[in-house]
């Protein structure tokens, strides 16, 4: 089993920044992507960003480009979103996940796509006021 949590959220001005954390116990070889995800009040759950736990790669949504940077630690096995230039349209509670390797290849951009994601933490919550 896999236990992950994030951290790192809250209450922040508009153009404000946040830098969220997911911690990854238990399991934590054989994991191929950690994504974070969030979803607003009403809405569906909608993807943000993904990297390719070995080589760092990343791939974000439109929404989020060149405001927000995905990174991982790996040899503390934590993954991270810094969150510039902060909008109320970011409101959401964020979730992060990870993928496991699969003897399929699946280019990064279809980790954008949740059903890659095995484990799923609790979420945190992250509220930008205008």
């Known amino acids: 089993q896999r236990q992950l949590v994030e951290s790192g959220g809250g209450l922040v001005q508009a153009g404000g920044s946040l830098r969220l954390s997911c911690a990854a116990s238990g399991r934590t070889f054989s994991t191929y992507a950690m994504g974070w995800f969030r979803q607003a009040p009403g809405k569906e759950r909608e993807f943000v960003a993904t990297?390719?736990?070995?080589?760092?790669?990343?791939y974000y949504a439109d929404s989020v480009k060149d405001r927000f940077t995905i990174s991982r630690d790996n040899a503390k096995n934590t993954g991270y979103l810094q969150m510039n230039s902060l909008k109320p349209d970011d409101t959401a509670v964020y979730y992060c996940?990870?993928?496991?390797?699969?003897?399929?290849?699946?280019?990064?951009?279809?980790?954008?796509?949740?059903?890659?994601?095995?484990?799923w933490g609790q979420g945190t919550q992250v509220t930008v006021s205008s």
């Open positions: 996940a990870t993928a496991p390797e699969t003897l399929i290849y699946y280019s990064l951009s279809s980790y954008a796509q949740d059903k890659r994601y095995e484990y």
């Open positions: 990297i390719k736990w070995s080589s760092g790669s990343t």
